[in-house]
């Protein structure tokens, strides 16, 4: 098990920059894969990036170009830089952390982006 908190999200004018900070309570040298999700109001939770132990990155089509997943194992912290955000990008964030024998999320951040 890994407890995780997210940090860094806010309000941003739409072509803004945030970056969203995971911190994890333990190593997370080993840990198979950790990603970035996303939920909006009145809409199912979606993968926005994976960050896998190999360091294969995986992103949702509409975020490619200007997310950035990226991982500190020394740091034990996932982050998530978002360039050139956009009102729909609104949504709460949340952190994931998934092995073999646990699947562990954050409690998440609000990212809000206005026009």
């Known amino acids: 098990q890994v407890q995780l908190v997210e940090s860094g999200g806010g309000l941003v004018q739409a072509g803004g920059s945030l970056r969203l900070s995971c911190a994890a309570s333990?190593?997370?040298?080993?840990?198979?894969?950790m990603g970035w999700y996303r939920q909006a109001p009145g809409k199912q939770r979606e993968l926005v990036a994976h960050?896998?132990?190999?360091?294969?990155?995986h992103y949702l089509d509409s975020v490619k170009g200007r997310f950035t997943i990226s991982r500190d194992n020394v740091k034990n912290t996932v982050y998530l830089q978002m360039n050139s955000l956009k009102p729909e990008d609104t949504a709460v964030y949340y952190c994931?952390?998934?092995?073999?024998?646990?699947?562990?999320w954050g409690q998440g951040t609000q990212v809000t982006v206005s026009s």
């Open positions: 960050i896998f132990s190999s360091g294969f990155k």
């Open positions: 994931n952390a998934y092995g073999l024998k646990y699947d562990n």
């Open positions: 333990r190593s997370i040298f080993s840990i198979n894969r």
